[in-house]
C-alpha cells in the first residue's frame, strides 16, 4: 500500500481573561515581530486537546484541563504548505503564567479582544474574523 498523504496540525489557545486575551510577541521564528496565541503543533500519539494543554505548560506555565477548552473554529490552510488548524479558548488554568520561551517570545500581553494590534500574526486575523462570525471551519488559501 502507498503511503498516505500527511497533513500537520497546529494547535492555538486563546487565553481569556473577561474580553482580553493573551497575546506573545514572537521573535527568532517565524512570523517574528507579530504577536500570536500561544500554541504549537500535535507531537503525534497525542489528543489535540492534550496537545493544547502541553503546549500551554511548555510555553507559559499554567496547566489547564483539557475539558476547559471550547474548540471556537478549525482552519485547512495551505500557503505553500498544507495544515489543520484548531483553535481554542480557555478561560481557565491554574498557576501563574510566565514566559518560559524568551527565545521565541519577546514578551506577553493582554489584549482587548475587540481591539487586537495590527501586527497580529495575518493568518490569526482570519481565524479571529471567523471565530466572531461563528464560523467553525473554513478554508483559507488550499492549495
Given at each position: 500500500m502507498a503511503e498516505r498523504f500527511k497533513i500537520?496540525?497546529?494547535?492555538?489557545?486563546m487565553l481569556r481573561r473577561d474580553n482580553q486575551v493573551l497575546l506573545?510577541?514572537?521573535q527568532n521564528?517565524?512570523?517574528a515581530g507579530f504577536w500570536g496565541f500561544v500554541g504549537g503543533h500535535l507531537d503525534g500519539n497525542e489528543k489535540i486537546i492534550d496537545a493544547a494543554a502541553r503546549e500551554v505548560k511548555e510555553e507559559i506555565g499554567v496547566d489547564i484541563n483539557p475539558q476547559d477548552l471550547v474548540l471556537k473554529t478549525i482552519c485547512h490552510s495551505g500557503d505553500g504548505a498544507e495544515y489543520l488548524q484548531f483553535y481554542f479558548e480557555c478561560a481557565k488554568w491554574t498557576g501563574d503564567i510566565q514566559n518560559l520561551e524568551p527565545d521565541k517570545c519577546a514578551e506577553l500581553v493582554w489584549?482587548?479582544?475587540d481591539n487586537l494590534p495590527d501586527n497580529v500574526c495575518p493568518y490569526l486575523k482570519t481565524a479571529?474574523?471567523?471565530i466572531n462570525q461563528v464560523i467553525l471551519f473554513y478554508e483559507d488559501d488550499v492549495l
Open positions: 500537520p496540525v497546529g494547535i492555538f489557545i506573545q510577541l514572537r521564528c517565524s512570523f489584549h482587548c479582544w479571529v474574523q471567523k
